[in-house]
């Protein structure tokens, strides 16, 4: 399944540990529609786009784009998902308010809740927010993030699903909401804020990366799985730009691209992050014994090599 992500916008309520883009209160550029829309195009002629997924920041900051920009997408035929933290769900009125127009083109929604996102977002709103979506019998789905979905030995993770339990008490478990529990991916903030907590011991990953972990279909040498931002980045989510729209045509990009002739994803593919490191070493990186995964030891390379690739270690939000 080929999917695009489209980040409104960097800008968001909250501004979250694990946060992989850098997101944050302050103002940002937003995403022009007709840009989101020219790529969507050029997507499902040139790749068979089947869903787009629009996500921020946070899209519930702006509504009307939010909207605009699913109903065009539904009109293409196109799946629709957008991914949220339930901020506007201050009561069921305003959480109906937001939701009905999305349920009623066909669209999906993921919430967001976890001991992260719960200092910025209360979870009575994220309660609300699902409550609703079950009442108006729109697709909805609940994602949470774990320091170590496994053990959930950190009281980040106990207190994660402490929150989960009290929705759940509150709500009952909707058979029509699915839930997905996984690992923090240790790159942009969460590298910095919260690697520290479960590296040690994990040692130094020598593993290839053949595909970004958090999407199906997210190999590095196909555009199954692509990411664009509001000022015109293709990306794969995680800092490493293929090209920028506005500069070059959005079709020239697809049509150019090559993993392998890519100078971070040719040595992802051959030789991991530890040969970005061992790249970065000669530009003052000091390799450390422990790593929380591979996108902790490629985050921390790549943070070291962006001046040397400045065309391709975009967009500078996953580096702040």
């Avoid at 997924?53 to 065009?72: D, F, Q, R």
């Avoid at 933290?85 to 069921?92: L, P, Y």
């Avoid at 969460?190 to 907590?197: E, G, Q, T, V, Y």
């Avoid at 800092?239 to 040719?266: K, Q, S, W, Y």
Wanted: aromatic share 8%.
């Amino acid at each position: 399944m080929s999917t695009l992500k489209i980040h409104l916008t960097y800008q968001c309520t909250a501004q979250c540990a694990h946060c992989r883009f850098g997101c944050d209160p302050s103002p940002q550029p937003v995403i022009d529609p007709d840009l989101a829309m020219d790529c969507v195009r050029a997507l499902r002629a040139h790749n068979d786009l089947s869903m787009v997924v629009l996500m921020g920041g946070e899209p519930g900051l702006y509504p009307e784009l939010t909207y605009g920009l699913a109903a065009a997408c539904t009109d293409l035929g196109l799946a629709v998902r957008i991914e949220t933290n339930a901020f506007w769900a201050s009561s069921d009125d305003e959480a109906r308010q937001f939701l009905e127009p999305l349920y009623a083109l066909g669209a999906s929604v993921m919430f967001s809740l976890d001991a992260f996102h719960e200092p910025h977002v209360p979870p009575e709103r994220v309660a609300c927010a699902l409550r609703v979506s079950a009442e108006l019998g729109g697709q909805h789905y609940l994602e949470m993030a774990y320091l170590d979905v496994k053990r959930r030995a950190h009281p980040f993770d106990r207190h994660s699903d402490a929150l989960l339990t009290e929705v759940e008490r509150g709500l009952g478990r909707s058979p029509s909401c699915r839930i997905y529990q996984g690992n923090v991916f240790y790159n942009g903030r969460a590298a910095r804020s919260l690697a520290s907590w479960v590296s040690e011991g994990r040692g130094v990953p020598a593993n290839t990366c053949e595909r970004v972990p958090w999407w199906m279909d997210g190999e590095l040498d196909t555009l199954d799985l692509l990411i664009l931002d509001a000022d015109g980045y293709l990306s794969k989510g995680c800092g490493i730009a293929i090209g920028r729209i506005g500069p070059r045509p959005v079709e020239a990009i697809l049509d150019d691209f090559d993993a392998r002739a890519h100078p971070i994803f040719r040595t992802l593919l051959e030789m991991g992050p530890l040969g970005l490191a061992h790249e970065a070493e000669a530009m003052g990186y000091t390799l450390k014994a422990d790593y929380a995964d591979k996108c902790h030891l490629c985050q921390e390379a790549r943070q070291v090599l962006r001046p040397a690739y400045p065309e391709f270690l975009t967009p500078a939000r996953h580096y702040e």
